[in-house]
Each structure stands twice: as structure tokens, then as C-alpha cells.
């Protein structure tokens, strides 16, 4: 028998997955879903913003297809669903979601009215010059 083994202590298994869980989802929330306190951005944020500029997808610079921005961060930075990388690409390209755009986009991002923006494919995105 393992030294791990030895010694069984029981618990109360309700007890246990709600403070188990409770833990997990503090992390998560903390981790992850609220902004970052020096300057508003989630890690998603960050992660869009870093692929861009190892892409030289600068402000001066032609525009690149937004599908490819999203294949690149998820590819390398972020693994997970593209949708969730787009949306937040649309986000940082709209006038009247953030205080400042950080992305310069060319096509259809949507409207103040709830209109949703085109499909990646047809969208191009470079960095804002506030961004770079």
C-alpha cells in the first residue's frame, strides 16, 4: 500500500463539490472573465492584440482578412472557438462598444441597433494607431 493510501478520511460529498466548485468557479471568473484592472482588457483581448502585431498587421499597413487574424490566435494563443475570437475582434472594431477602437476594420461590423456584423471571410482588420 502506497503512503497516499493509508489513510481514508471520509467526507461529505455534497459538502465537497460545493466548495470543489465554488473554488473552480472563483478561479475561472478571476482568471479569465473580468478585465484586468491596469487596463480593461481580458486575456482574449490581449491575445487578438499580440497575434495582430506579430502579423505586422500595423495601422500604416494593408488590411489582412479577419479570418486569418482568428486562425492565428487560435491557432497559437487561444484554443478556442473561433466564434468567441471574432466576436471580440467585432467588439474592439466597433465605435460604440469600447471608448476607443483598437482595431481599424473594413467591412460590416455591425450597428449601435443590434445589427450583427458579416461573416470573418468577408471582413479585413489592421491595428488602430492607438493600438500599436
Known amino acids: 500500500m502506497s503512503d497516499l493510501a493509508r489513510e481514508i478520511t471520509p467526507v461529505n460529498i455534497e459538502e465537497e463539490l460545493k466548495s470543489s466548485y465554488l473554488d473552480y468557479a472563483m478561479s475561472v471568473i478571476v482568471g479569465r472573465a473580468l478585465p484586468d484592472v491596469r487596463d480593461g482588457l481580458k486575456p482574449v483581448h490581449r491575445r487578438v492584440l499580440y497575434a495582430m502585431n506579430v502579423l505586422g498587421n500595423d495601422w500604416n499597413k494593408a488590411y489582412k482578412k479577419s479570418a486569418r487574424v482568428v486562425g492565428d490566435v487560435i491557432g497559437k494563443y487561444h ?45 479585413e482588420i489592421r491595428l488602430a494607431k492607438i493600438a500599436h
Open 79 to 123: 484554443p478556442h472557438g473561433d466564434s468567441a475570437v471574432y466576436y471580440t475582434i467585432v467588439r474592439m472594431a466597433q465605435p460604440f462598444s469600447l471608448r476607443y477602437m483598437l482595431v481599424d476594420g473594413q467591412g460590416n461590423f455591425g450597428s449601435i441597433d443590434g445589427d450583427s456584423a458579416a461573416a470573418m471571410r468577408y471582413t
